[in-house]
């Protein structure tokens, strides 16, 4: 059973805090994905890292993607209220049959 | 770039009655869809895989009597919550897998919120 364990499941900071979301598995990803999912909504798709070793940037988000492909981590810099939602990672395989591995998310707070 | 919609995004139905949520692929054909549960704070659950023209693939737990699913042409699937109970009141959310760039990619309705009264 392919699992990928996102952590912290809960944060909440300040204004102005740096913060990083981490997801691992013990298996291999084609590609790994970023969702944010605001309430009562699907989720939408930040970034796909494919390359290991990969550095993705979305003005202050960075997402890496692990060398060997079975890691990654999203990290916001000078976090923002706009920045509150959920954030889920994804592991996607190699045909379209392949369901995507989810995290089990990271409640995300920023406080004014 | 790919598209899904989803209707209804909300629903209020009564116990014992059935209801039915679309999900069509606006700019693409979607081969394949997949249809999740979602609780109030949590990762999304997937409930099954559908193929057009095949039948669903549940996942383990996943009552198909109860959540029918039709995939019958490239671009719209349905689930449909038969004889539905105040239990099945959740948020479901369909997606469709696009090859783009040399990855699938996946793309999301917005959801559907179904309350069971």
């Keep these: 059973t392919q699992l ?20 691992n598995s013990s298996s291999v990803f084609s590609s790994l994905q970023w969702y944010r999912q605001e309430p ?4 939408v798709l930040l970034v796909t890292v494919v390359t ?12 890496q993607f ?24 994804a592991g996607a395989g190699w045909d379209s049959n392949y369901q995507l591995i989810w995290g089990a998310g990271t409640k995300l707070i920023i406080k004014p | 770039g790919a598209v899904v919609s989803q209707h209804p995004s909300w629903v209020i139905c009564k116990s014992g009655t059935s209801v039915k949520i679309e999900c069509r692929s606006l700019d693409f054909q979607a081969t394949t ?16 895989t559908s193929n057009e023209g095949s039948k669903a693939t549940y996942e383990q737990g996943v009552e198909k ?20 109970h105040p239990e099945d009141s959740s948020f479901y959310i369909c997606s469709a897998s696009v090859f783009q760039g ?6 999301f309705g917005s959801g559907t919120r179904l309350t069971v009264v």
């Design chain 1, 66 to 89: 692990g060398d060997a492909r079975k890691d990654s981590s999203l990290h916001i810099t000078a976090a923002q209220p706009g920045d509150t939602g959920l954030y889920l990672c």
């Design chain 2, 102 to 107: 040399g990855n699938y990619g996946y793309t």
């Design chain 1, 40 to 43: 009562g909504e699907g989720p």
């Design chain 2, 65 to 84: 009597d109860k959540f029918l699913i039709n995939h019958a042409s490239l671009t719209l699937s349905t689930l449909t919550v038969t004889s539905a």
């Design chain 1, 52 to 63: 290991g070793g990969e550095v993705k940037k979305l003005k202050r988000l960075t997402f």
């Design chain 1, 4 to 23: 990928l364990e996102q952590s912290p499941q809960f944060l909440s900071i300040q204004e102005g805090e740096n913060l990083t979301v981490y997801c």
């Design chain 2, 33 to 48: 869809m997949f249809w999740y549960r979602q609780f109030p704070k949590q990762s999304l659950m997937l409930m099954a």
